[in-house]
């Protein structure tokens, strides 16, 4: 596939008109595959600032609509995440400390 840039919104709307011809736009199952047609299709650079809060969005999002197991595995992750900044953040502190006491 190769590889179209970002669409406009209007592009985009149009496609999804398209694929969800016939469905009732008021049925919520019809609304959740419109927005999940919608993140498929969101053509960003992953090295920006804005398109690294949409991926967490996206997983809070998508583990929020998780139950069971997958819930958990993300609450874990998302749980290591946090130590790893604290347990950096901590490092970070005790050497600038070390060396303006040295």
């Known amino acids: 596939m190769a590889y179209r840039g970002r669409m406009a919104a209007s592009e985009r709307n149009h496609q999804s008109d398209e694929d969800l011809a016939g469905l009732d736009p008021d049925d919520p199952e019809v609304r959740a595959f419109a927005a999940h047609l919608d993140r498929m299709r969101r053509c960003e650079p ?10 967490v969005a996206d997983f809070a999002d998508s583990s929020n609509r998780a139950g069971g197991l997958t819930w958990w595995v993300a609450a874990t992750v998302a749980a290591l995440i946090v130590f790893g900044v604290i347990v950096a953040s901590w490092d970070i502190v005790v050497r600038a400390l070390h060396w303006l006491a040295g």
């Open 46 to 55: 992953g090295f920006t600032v804005e398109s690294s809060l949409h991926k």
